[in-house]
């Protein structure tokens, strides 16, 4: 038979399994919304440099396509692990933060580089946020995105900034996404 | 009075069964994942998911992913019973009921 101290030890080991097992599943199905994310607003900054015309129609499909990958990529997750990740709740919560987003741009009368700015740090926020809950990688990619987009607005001149956003929120969210299933 | 399962209670062992204990009933952890997660290695993780195994413990699932071959291990029924009494008695002992 064990001691008291043991028997302590022994659930403190049980609860740090648990909260690990809990983070890396977060990761690992994160990375993968973040990889899709990456891809999908790097080619939405590429497609707005190269056709600035139509970037509203580009971002609007960038959203419906990642609002069909997340519904994707957590029906593939539930048949894996049976474990929910994307539901409705989710997605009102998603659609919060979208409409609010909409609405500080409308109100605030963002410019379109404003707004390339607006998006990613606004998003980066609550990935921030995250950190506090489900692990520091969150708060060192949402943090390293918002610096190098503040950067951007202040250094990078003219439609190049597209190009810039293209790189430092495509890349580094593919990046931060490949990063979070090492770690 | 609550016995602690000595099955269990080998500290590896009790994080492999902590951690599917914390999957909903049928999810299982691959290899690879349980490996990382309990820091062991290849054949020291092994020959612990055997013992749990033969006890009844766990299921082990060996299957190809593509061309390359996946072990999932599964908590058991019975498994969970017995990771549960034996939280149940660790709880008791710093309670002060055993000991």
Known sequence: MIDSKQATEALADIDDTVRRLRQSLI???????????????????????????????FWIAVYVLATAGLFAISARNYAQSRIRTFDRRYMLTFLFIISFGIFCCVF??????????FWPVYIMLFYMIAGAWFGYAFIVIGASIIA????GYVYIPGPTFLLW??????????????????? | MAELDDIIHQPLRLKIMAALNALPQSAGLEFSRLKKLTGATDGNLG??????????????????VGKKPQTTVTATAAGRGAFARHVATLQEIIAGKQG
Do not use: C
């Not at chain 1, 605030?108 to 700015?117: A, E, I, K, L, V």
């Not at chain 1, 190098?148 to 950067?151: D, R, S, W």
């Not at chain 2, 020959?47 to 190809?64: M, R, W």
């Open chain 2, 47 to 64: 020959a612990h998911i055997e013992t749990l195994a033969k006890a009844g413990y766990v299921s082990v699932d060996k299957a190809f």
């Open chain 1, 148 to 151: 190098l987009t503040l950067f």
């Open chain 1, 27 to 57: 990761y690992r199905f994160t990375s993968t919304i973040m990889l899709m994310w990456g891809v999908l607003v790097l080619a939405g900054n590429i497609a707005g440099w190269l056709w600035p015309r139509y970037g509203l129609y």
């Open chain 1, 165 to 183: 956003m293209a790189v430092v929120n495509g890349g580094g969210l593919f990046v931060g996404g490949l990063w979070m299933r090492r770690v």
């Open chain 1, 108 to 117: 605030g009368q963002f410019s379109p580089r404003q707004q390339s700015t």
